[in-house]
């Protein structure tokens, strides 16, 4: 009859005896069997759907079933679930002509709502609410007796039994959020004290109430809401977040700054689904806030604008890919070119995602192409001649990721090694007469959207083309609701069919031969066939024998665990060794010279953001092609507000760098270099970041260029005017940071070269450097005093940068001379005025941490391992360690000094990790550094043996057993 049911419905004059047969399987649905009970269930479910037209609802067997008043019985669950059947179906849950009570009725079923075991209460609760909504839907009542009741029957759970408490209200408002509201002020009062799934619940309902709870802000700070964002439950943290985005349009300036610190944490968060409610309040934020003029509204903006900066380096793609898009929208960053290069200079730069700002620069650079009409012409319209070309077929899958690399000359082997087993020329044989695919890669629009946590839509990568669905992550992690009813609702109703990836047709492609493949009704087959086998599944029989269905469930159990685990990391596998085609190929006589434009833009844009030196040079040939275009689009004077804007913009990056990542600091500087009469950076920032990032040839090149400039504008400019003062102060500026390059490079003839005829600097300076280059450091050291010790000088005063000079160089020379006691007291003398100094003044200045911090660690910790009891290096080291930023900060430039710090504080494990970041930080430096610098590469390579034997006895100390082998003792000695 079931099978029959959409074909033979029965008639409206069978009603009586289809609701006979309703009421017999109702009557007979109960078994103490949960598998048994759970398929009844499913039976009355799938007769109630197919007849719900022409059936009475049994009311009284159903009111019979959980009527009982056992708390402690399971009988009432049956009763429960049959009621929650007909609610699914939206049929009346009362029948007045069942002979009960209607108020007898329903105060009995709101009496399961404190019973003793959960599969009665819970289950009790949701059916509580699918009757409260029909109510409200079909009957428009939205209070009453039956309201009341069930109130009362839960607020008396609020002090003996809060977990049921919490779980009766949740499941109620799973289906009628609004019977919530009579329970929202003891929800606020209890959450402090839940714990687990009871205050995830409890937050849920909390979450639908939102807008319709007074002061919600308030009431949220007064119960920990930053507590809330930072838990460790990954559902109570995404429950949090969810409240704070509902709570957006309420809230004001100084509230929302309140929340900002707790939501922006999420950053570091390694659940996806976290991050992705994040970017969704911080979209809101930064369009809403972006007009802002108050204080406090720049400071929102500011940790809005910083954290989605970080967002576009997200480590999950479909993430990254939706805060990309979201930054080239037209209403945030401008469609023209040039004014998106600009635009991008002043907005895009953070100093903690300098590392990634070259490779979604080019990004959002390059993405306006894409929506040129040329994107997709070809760069030559004809072909060499007229040549028959075939598509070049690349096996591209992750699993024969590194056979593809050799594709192009080993295509016949791979061909006949590939798992299909076809070589390529019975391949091209049998493509022969078949239409085959397009060559734009990947232009397809997906046929159905990713829908996860509420409204996920596909994300636009226009590196492909076309709509990306590719978010693997879970996206209900922690919020899915599991139902307490035992029944599936709507499982033989018709499924949602997709398209499938089109096939290559064959040669008879547009004949009518019915043989040949499935007719027109096949569809509509495949979809009877479906509902027919669930339904079919309902007449499985259970064994009586337990010791074989636990057996059979056991081996089960772990056969899937096996398989999720194998799954779980295949998915990982795949995610990180995808292989992507961003073009198809076509091989023929001749060379294909018919390639789109956007072959050749697309791979190169994927590669650069893979790769930062390639993504250097990118942005470097882009920004100058840019740039040169200046004068012929724009007048003059916008094209020197344009220059200016670019110089200031250039100059900000500079002096606001923490990181200086080496490809970024030498891109800034090679576009500084190839436009030097128009991009002007100081020289200060320069020579400081060319140190820093080890980029120091490019400096003295950059430097070099800016003097030749500025003589040649010298000599031209014979004439001035009178009084006018010449300014020898920039150009000596520039001289000594020429300088202080040089010296790092241990070119100490330059250096004399530019002391003795260049410069109009003191004597003195000279005779330091001369002693310095003969390796004289003390000689040195002590001129470097007495000049710093000078306060009368015949003729004029040294200029401030000069007695700079003095400092750094009298810093390297104690160093030089190992005196730790002395660079001690000169690196922080300047830093403060009290006694001893206080090193967290480091901080206030940048200045002070370039060229004062790295000798105060070196000298202090010196003197630690010396044996000196003063412990201001670790307390300067653990406050840092609770500041973020200064954290990062040490970490990124002092791994070889806090791994012998903790090292003598036998803190073994953070040496080791320490270490391990250093000699990564090493292999990295190595790959940058120049060749021609053989002195610095010699220093560097000096280091290593250090940070060598360091792992090595940290590897050696780990295990008490190598201390019995001679052997291992030798070998560390």
Not at 173 to 201: I, T
Not at 920 to 926: G, I
Request: proline share 3%; hydrophobic share 35%.
């Amino acid at each position: 009859m079931l099978i029959w049911g959409t074909v033979a419905t029965p008639e409206e004059g069978e009603r009586i005896l289809t609701s006979r047969v309703v009421e017999f399987l109702m009557r007979n649905t109960h078994h103490t069997n949960r598998q048994v009970l759970r398929n009844n269930l499913e039976l009355v479910k799938t007769v109630v759907e197919l007849w719900k037209d022409c059936i009475e609802v049994p009311s009284r067997v159903i009111f019979e079933y959980f009527s009982s008043k056992d708390p402690k019985g399971k009988e009432n669950s049956t009763g429960v679930q049959l009621l929650g059947v007909v609610m699914a179906n939206k049929l009346p849950p009362y029948r007045e002509t069942c002979g009960i009570d209607k108020m007898r009725f329903y105060t009995t079923l709101s009496a399961n709502l404190s019973f003793k075991y959960k599969d009665t209460y819970a289950a009790a609760a949701e059916v509580v609410g699918m009757i409260m909504k029909y109510m409200a839907e079909k009957e428009k009542v939205t209070e009453g007796t039956f309201h009341d009741a069930v109130e009362k029957e839960i607020a008396v759970l609020h002090a003996s039994r809060p977990e049921v408490f919490i779980t009766d209200i949740y499941k109620i408002q799973l289906h009628y959020p609004s019977f919530a509201d009579r329970f929202v002020n003891k929800l606020f009062f209890m959450l402090p004290k839940l714990h687990g799934q009871p205050k995830g619940n409890a937050l849920e309902v909390l979450l639908s109430r939102v807008d319709h709870t007074d002061n919600v802000f308030l009431e949220m700070k007064n119960k920990g809401i930053l507590e809330l964002l930072r838990h460790r439950d990954e559902s109570i943290q995404l429950v949090s977040l969810k409240i704070v985005n509902e709570m957006l349009k309420k809230l004001k300036e100084t509230e929302l700054l309140y929340l900002m610190p707790g939501v922006t944490a999420v950053i570091n968060n390694p659940s996806p689904v976290c991050r992705e409610t994040m970017y969704n309040i911080l979209m809101w934020i930064y369009d809403n806030y972006r007009e802002g003029e108050s204080d406090t509204a720049a400071e929102i903006l500011s940790m809005t604008k910083e954290c989605l900066l970080q967002g576009l380096s997200d480590d999950e793609s479909y993430l990254r890919l939706r805060v990309c898009n979201f930054w080239s929208h037209e209403t945030r960053l401008p469609t023209d070119t040039m004014d998106r290069m600009v635009s991008m200079l002043g907005c895009m730069y953070s100093s903690n995602t300098e590392d990634q700002f070259l490779s979604y620069s080019t990004s959002l650079l390059l993405e306006m192409t894409s929506k040129s009409p040329d994107y997709k012409r070809e760069v030559f319209e004809h072909p060499l001649s007229e040549c028959k070309f075939e598509d070049y077929r690349i096996d591209h899958s992750w699993q024969r990721r590194h056979a593809a690399i050799s594709t192009p000359m080993f295509v016949d082997t791979q061909a006949s090694q590939s798992p299909t087993g076809t070589s390529s020329q019975s391949l091209s044989e049998s493509m022969a007469h078949q239409v085959r695919e397009t060559q734009d890669a990947h232009q397809f629009t997906a046929t159905q959207e990713v829908d996860g946590a509420g409204s996920r839509k596909s994300a636009y990568n226009w590196l492909t083309g076309s709509q990306d669905t590719f978010a693997e992550f879970s996206a209900t992690a922690g919020s899915e609701t599991q139902s307490s009813l035992l029944f599936t609702v709507g499982a033989t109703k018709k499924k949602t069919l997709t398209r499938k990836p089109g096939r290559p047709v064959g040669p008879g492609f547009g004949q009518d031969k019915l043989s040949g493949g499935k007719d027109q009704t096949d569809s509509a087959e495949d979809t009877s066939s479906q509902a027919n086998k669930e339904i079919l599944r309902l007449k499985r029989r259970f064994l009586k024998d337990q010791e074989s269905t636990r057996s059979f469930f056991a081996k089960r159990e772990a056969r899937l665990k096996k398989m999720r685990e194998d799954i779980q990391k295949e998915q990982k596998l795949r995610r990180h060794n995808m292989v992507t085609l961003y073009r198809s190929y076509r091989q023929g006589d001749l060379p294909d010279i018919q390639i789109k434009h956007m072959y050749l833009i697309a791979p190169l844009q994927a590669l650069a953001q893979r790769d930062s030196t390639i993504a250097r040079y990118l942005f470097t040939s882009l920004f100058c092609a840019i740039f040169d275009q200046i004068e012929e689009i724009k007048t003059e004077r916008e094209s020197q507000e344009t220059i200016d804007d670019i110089n200031k913009h250039l100059n900000f990056m500079f002096s606001n760098s923490t990181q200086y990542f080496s490809p970024f600091i030498g891109c800034i500087q090679d576009i500084a270099y190839r436009n030097c009469k128009r991009i002007s950076l100081d020289a200060q920032n320069i020579s400081t970041a060319a140190l820093i990032s080890q980029q120091q040839p490019l400096g003295v090149l950059l430097l070099e260029e800016y003097l030749i400039q500025k003589s040649g504008d010298q000599e031209r400019s014979h004439k001035r005017a009178r009084g006018a003062a010449a300014p020898v102060s920039q150009e000596i500026s520039t001289w000594i940071e020429l300088a202080r390059l040089y010296k790092n490079l241990d070119n100490f003839d330059v250096l004399r070269g530019i002391f003795s005829g260049k410069i109009g600097t003191q004597s003195i300076t000279r005779e330091a450097l001369e002693a310095e280059a003969s390796a004289d450091f003390q000689r040195a050291a002590k001129l470097y005093d007495q000049a710093l010790g000078t306060t009368d000088w015949e003729g004029s005063r040294p200029e401030q940068i000069e007695e700079d000079l003095w400092d750094d160089c009298r810093l390297q020379c104690y160093e030089q001379l190992t005196n730790w006691k002395k660079l001690e007291e000169c690196s922080t003398v300047n830093i403060d005025d009290n006694t001893p100094p206080n090193l967290e003044t480091i901080w206030s200045d940048t200045y002070y941490q370039e060229h004062y911090l790295p000798y105060v660690i070196k000298s202090k910790l010196k003197l630690l391992l010396e044996g000196e009891e003063n412990q201001d290096l670790l307390t300067f080291v653990d406050n840092a360690s609770l500041h973020k930023e200064r954290k990062a900060l040490l970490e990124s430039r002092y791994c070889e000094e806090l791994a012998m710090l903790y090292l003598r504080q036998d803190d073994h494990d953070r040496a080791k990790y320490y270490t391990a970041n250093r000699i990564q930080a090493f292999l990295e430096d190595w790959s940058e550094t120049d060749t021609l610098m053989s002195s610095m590469r010699s220093s560097k390579l000096q280091n290593l043996q250090k940070l060598a034997e360091m792992q090595e006895f940290l590897k050696f100390i780990a295990k008490d057993r190598n201390y019995d082998d001679q052997r291992d003792r030798k070998s560390v000695v």
